[in-house]
């Protein structure tokens, strides 16, 4: 699709500031994503949330408009389940400037004593070594490869699901799942906001890339994995205040959920 084949308001880049982002060469057919106002309460929107390519992409398509997105200013996500959310307006868009407002730990203590308070004693095993203390977030971990070579080796296995791509105007990954409004966690937490906070920490802290959302998934690329046990036992407190179901409905503790993200550069979230 030419340029100017697009609808008007994709040229205008999703506004708020938009003038200072184009778009990408050869960017292949798509359209533009608006939330579906019966869904979001909010009435009409004023933006659309994404653009989103007509036809699955190839991991090839999301390096190539990564390592574009410095000069469009539009970060690529890879749209698990098309049809449902993105499709048909499933999304509540949110300002990324409230991300601002939250922080990594501060929504981990907030979840861990809230869920803590509803689990019956003995469910508390699960959480050994720290139970019912919060042990806080974990140290960075250390580099183990270039962060945007990891993203695109996941977006190149993640691909073979022939997913369509989004492009969402957004300055870092972690902002793209408020301003797309991705509600994938809902279950989880009714506002994404804080745990977009959550995944801009990891950004800092273990080289974390967002690649790919869906429905109620999240795939997230790692360039500095917890490498010991006892680090990704630390990781792994912060994944279950993140997403529980990962622990609960998967090895069924933390150290047994530990083991699975030592040394992976590859962290899948999934909530029921």
């Known amino acids: 699709m030419d340029d100017h084949q697009l609808p008007r308001e994709l040229c205008q880049l999703f506004t708020d500031g938009g003038r200072e982002r184009r778009l990408p060469a050869g960017l292949p057919p798509g359209d533009v994503v608006w939330p579906d106002p019966t869904y979001t309460h909010q009435g009409e929107a004023v933006r659309p949330a994404f653009w989103m390519s007509d036809e699955p992409a190839a991991g090839e398509d999301w390096a190539r408009l990564r390592a574009w997105h410095p000069h469009s200013g539009l970060w690529p996500v890879l749209l698990d389940e098309s049809a449902q959310p993105w499709g048909i307006g499933q999304i509540v868009p949110d300002d990324p400037r409230l991300i601002d407002h939250f922080t990594a730990e501060g929504f981990m203590t907030e ?34 490869a270039d962060p945007e070579a990891v993203a695109g080796w996941l977006a190149g296995e993640l691909a073979a699901k022939a997913m369509p791509l989004g492009l969402v105007a957004a300055a870092r990954g972690s902002d793209a799942l408020a301003v797309m409004g991705w509600q994938g966690a809902l279950h989880h937490n009714e506002w994404m906001v804080p745990m977009a906070a959550v995944v801009r920490s990891w950004e800092d802290r273990f080289g974390v890339r967002v690649v790919s959302v869906g429905f109620n998934t999240l795939e997230l690329s790692v360039a500095a994995p917890p490498a010991d046990p006892e680090h990704a036992l630390h990781v792994a407190a912060e994944h279950w205040a993140f997403c529980p179901d990962n622990v609960v409905q998967g090895p069924g503790d933390l150290q047994a959920y530990a083991e699975q993200i030592i040394g992976a550069h590859a962290w899948s979230f999934w909530w029921d």
Do not use: R
């Open 111 to 144: 979840v861990w004593q809230e869920w803590v308070s509803q689990m019956p004693q003995d469910a508390l095993e699960e959480l050994e070594p720290y139970g019912a203390l919060c042990p806080g977030t974990a140290a960075p971990g250390v580099l183990k």
